[in-house]
Nanobody
Framework: QVQLVESGGGLVQAGGSLRVSCAAS????????MGWFRQAPGKEREFVAGVSKSGGSTYYADSVKGRFTISRDNAKNTVYLQMNSLKPEDTVVYYC????????????????WGQGTQVTVSS
């Protein structure tokens, strides 16, 4: 059983940057591709970014491409999401997730989820 704990959310002004982290425990971290999703109240969970098991491949939603960067440190069992040029519409709860598949864009491909961290971007 893999446990995921996000941290680093908070309040930032539009145009600013924030890095959220997700620490994993309970399983071989490098056995899982990792992803970040986000969800606004009343809306479906949206894929943001994913990284392969080795960290060699990354992929992004069009809405964040060029602004967000996902990375992982397998030695620290941690995945990161660096968010730059933040916009008010990026204000949502961000979730990290772990998948046994090497490439996963859909929430149903993910096996474990964190509790989420709130990111608020003020205009």
């Amino acid at each position: 059983q893999v446990q995921l704990v996000e941290s680093g959310g908070g309040l930032v002004q539009a145009g600013g940057s924030l890095r959220v982290s997700c620490a994993a425990s309970g399983g071989p971290f490098s056995n899982y591709a990792m992803g970040w999703f986000r969800q606004a109240p009343g809306k479906e969970r949206e894929f943001v970014a994913g990284v392969s098991k080795s960290g060699g491949s990354t992929y992004y939603a069009d809405s964040v491409k060029g602004r967000f960067t996902i990375s992982r440190d397998n030695a620290k069992n941690t995945v990161y999401l660096q968010m730059n040029s933040l916009k008010p519409e990026d204000t949502v709860v961000y979730y990290c997730a772990a998948s046994r598949k090497n490439f996963a864009r859909f929430s149903f491909d993910y096996d474990y989820w964190g509790q989420g961290t709130q990111v608020t971007v003020s205009s």
